[in-house]
C-alpha cells in the first residue's frame, strides 16, 4: 500500500472523475461531469497536438480505433451541426472528435468512427498556431470547447482553451458567430445563422472590389485629364502681350513658361553635346588613319628590304650585268644567268665566267 500511494503521488488529477477524461461542470442548472474524449490515428505532430496534450493532463481519453462512443462525434463526414438540442447527450455521454490531419483526411476508415450522434461543426475560424486564420480548420481542443460553447455549456469550453497561450484568441476571433450559434435552438437555425453570416462577407468582399475599382478609375481619370489642362493653361510664345491690361501673369503661366525655357536650353545643350561627340569621333578615326598609315608604310619598307636582300644574294639582273660584276658572281648565279640565256653551264667557274662575258656587251 505504501509503495502503490508513492506511486501516485507524482500524478496530479483535478479529481477522481478526471481519470476518465472530462470536465466538471460549473455551470448554473447542470450537475456532473462532461466526459470528453478522441480517436487518435498518429498523423499529427506529436508537439503541436492539443488532442494529447489534453489527455496528458487528464482532460480527454484516448480511444481505440474501432471502439464506439455513445456521445456526440465530431466527424468532418457528418450532416447535422451542433446545436443545443444535443445538450442532453453531451451531459450524459459526453462529446469525442478525431485527432487526424486534415491534409490525410481522405485516409480515414469511416467505419471505425461511426456512431448514432455524428455531427458537424458549423463555421468557424481556426486560432491555433498550424491553420491560424483558415475557416474549418480546427484543432481538438478548438473543436471539443465550440461543441460546448454552442450547446449551452461556455464556463466548460473556456476552461478547456485557458489551457492554451492561443486559447483567448479564438474567442477574439469567433465571438460573434458562438454567441449567434448559441442562441440558436436547433440545427436548422445554425445553419440560417451560418448562410447569413457568409452571405455578408461576400456582400462585404464585393463591396471593397467595387470601392476599389472606383478609387482606380477615379485616379485614372485623373491622370488622363492633367496633361489636357495643362495644354490649355500653356501660354502661346509668338502672342504678344497686351499693353493695356495691367494684369499680372498667373503662377501657372510663369511655371509653364519657365519648363518650355528649360525644355529649350536642354535641347541645345544635347545638341553641343552631339557635336561635342561627333567632332571627338572624327579625331578618333583621324588618329586610327595615321596609325595605320604608318603601320603600311613599315610593313612595305620591310617588304622592301626583304627583296633587296634576296636580289643581293642572288646577284644582279640581266640588265645591270657588267663585265666587273659577272667576275664577281659565283658559280650557282653563273649558272642561272646562262641557263636564262640556253648557254650550257657545265665546266668550270673559269669557263663559266668567260661564256658569260662572252655574251655581256662591252661598255663604252
Request: proline share 3%.
Amino acid at each position: 500500500e505504501n509503495i502503490m500511494a508513492s506511486r501516485g503521488r507524482g500524478k496530479k488529477w483535478h479529481d477522481r472523475d478526471s481519470r476518465n477524461g472530462g470536465v466538471k461542470i460549473t455551470t448554473e442548472g447542470y450537475e456532473g461531469f462532461i466526459k470528453l474524449a478522441m480517436w487518435d490515428f498518429g498523423q499529427c505532430d506529436i508537439k503541436r497536438c492539443t488532442g494529447r496534450k489534453m489527455a496528458r493532463m487528464g482532460l480527454l481519453r484516448s480511444l481505440k480505433i474501432g471502439r464506439r462512443w455513445g456521445g456526440v462525434i465530431l466527424s468532418p463526414l457528418a450532416r447535422l451541426p451542433v446545436s443545443k438540442a444535443d445538450a442532453e447527450v453531451v451531459m450524459k455521454w459526453g462529446a469525442c472528435v478525431v485527432d487526424c490531419s486534415w491534409a490525410r483526411i481522405n485516409e480515414i476508415p469511416v467505419r471505425s468512427i461511426s456512431g448514432k450522434y455524428e455531427r458537424l461543426l458549423p463555421f468557424l475560424v481556426a486560432a491555433n498556431p498550424v491553420n491560424y486564420g483558415k475557416a474549418c480548420k480546427l484543432s481538438c481542443v478548438e473543436a471539443l470547447a465550440a461543441t460546448l460553447i454552442i450547446t449551452g455549456f461556455r464556463e466548460e469550453g473556456e476552461q478547456l482553451l485557458s489551457k492554451f497561450k492561443w486559447g483567448d484568441s479564438f474567442l477574439d476571433l469567433n465571438h460573434k458567430l458562438l454567441s449567434a450559434y448559441e442562441s440558436c435552438e436547433n440545427g436548422k437555425e445554425v445553419v440560417d445563422v451560418q448562410n447569413e453570416y457568409l452571405k455578408q462577407c461576400e456582400d462585404e468582399k464585393l463591396l471593397r472590389a467595387t470601392l476599389k475599382q472606383e478609387r482606380l478609375t477615379q485616379e485614372m481619370m485623373q491622370m488622363t485629364c492633367q496633361p489636357c489642362d495643362e495644354e490649355e493653361e500653356k501660354p502661346s510664345l509668338n502672342e504678344k502681350p497686351n499693353e493695356k491690361s495691367s494684369e499680372k501673369p498667373s503662377e501657372k503661366s510663369v511655371t509653364t513658361i519657365e519648363k518650355q525655357v528649360s525644355g529649350e536650353e536642354a535641347k541645345e545643350l544635347e545638341a553641343e553635346k552631339d557635336l561635342k561627340s561627333d567632332t571627338s569621333d572624327t579625331k578618333r578615326l583621324k588618329d586610327e588613319k595615321k596609325v595605320l598609315e604608318e603601320v603600311v608604310e613599315k610593313e612595305t619598307k620591310k617588304l622592301k628590304g626583304k627583296k633587296g636582300k634576296k636580289e643581293a644574294k642572288a646577284g644582279p639582273t640581266s640588265e645591270e650585268l657588267t663585265r666587273q660584276s659577272v667576275k664577281k658572281l659565283k658559280t650557282k648565279a653563273l649558272k642561272v644567268e646562262l641557263k636564262k640565256r640556253g648557254v650550257s653551264i657545265q665546266g668550270s667557274r673559269k669557263q663559266l665566267v668567260e661564256r658569260l662575258l662572252a655574251l655581256v656587251p662591252s661598255q663604252k
